[in-house]
């Protein structure tokens, strides 16, 4: 089993043991006490959302981002279109839809957000075949082009 494999089924059973706590914390991150007032409700989207943290590598990713080198330079092209596949498979604890069923993030922008990898998303082929993004793609990069371009 790869070392990041392994990686994140540790920290996903760690963070398992704090499933209990989810709503607070939840409630604490997106300055929102509806996420207590629904406290079963929102471990139940907590589960969910471990299990979409587990199914994309979201701990490796977010631990080892910078130390894998890309394969070959790559730039990334295109633009959201709010399908709502990034957010950890559609289970992010945060995923909201708009009554039009465009994917919007109840943290957007917040500092907490800022820190995780939601913000950089896509930076790669990797990233768009992850979450099978429908809206960007990788071109080769151009000598001396910027490897990546930030959606
Ligand atoms: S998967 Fe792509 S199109 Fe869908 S929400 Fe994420 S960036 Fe936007």
Not at 40 to 52: N, P, R, V
Not at 53 to 81: D, M, N
Not at 103 to 111: D, F, N
Not at 138 to 150: C, H, L, N, V
Request: hydrophobic share 35%; with cysteine; proline share 7%.
């Amino acid at each position: 089993m790869k070392p990041a494999v392994i990686l994140d089924w540790l920290l996903a059973g760690f963070m398992g043991l704090l499933l209990p706590f989810s709503s607070f914390v939840a409630s604490a991150i997106a300055s929102d006490p509806s996420y207590i007032r629904h406290c079963f409700k929102t471990t139940a989207k907590a589960a969910g959302h471990l299990h979409g943290q587990v199914k994309s590598r979201a701990f490796s990713r977010y631990l080892l981002y910078g130390s894998v080198a890309p394969t070959k330079p790559e730039k990334v092209v295109g633009q959201c279109t709010h399908c709502g596949n990034c957010c950890l498979h559609r289970s992010c604890i945060y995923l909201d839809w708009s009554t039009s069923g465009e994917s919007r993030c109840l943290i957007y922008s917040q500092p907490f957000w800022k820190k995780l990898a939601c913000g950089r998303y896509p930076e790669n082929r990797r990233d768009i075949d992850l979450y099978a993004c429908p809206s960007f793609s990788s071109e080769a990069a151009k000598e001396g082009a910027p490897e990546s371009t930030s959606p």
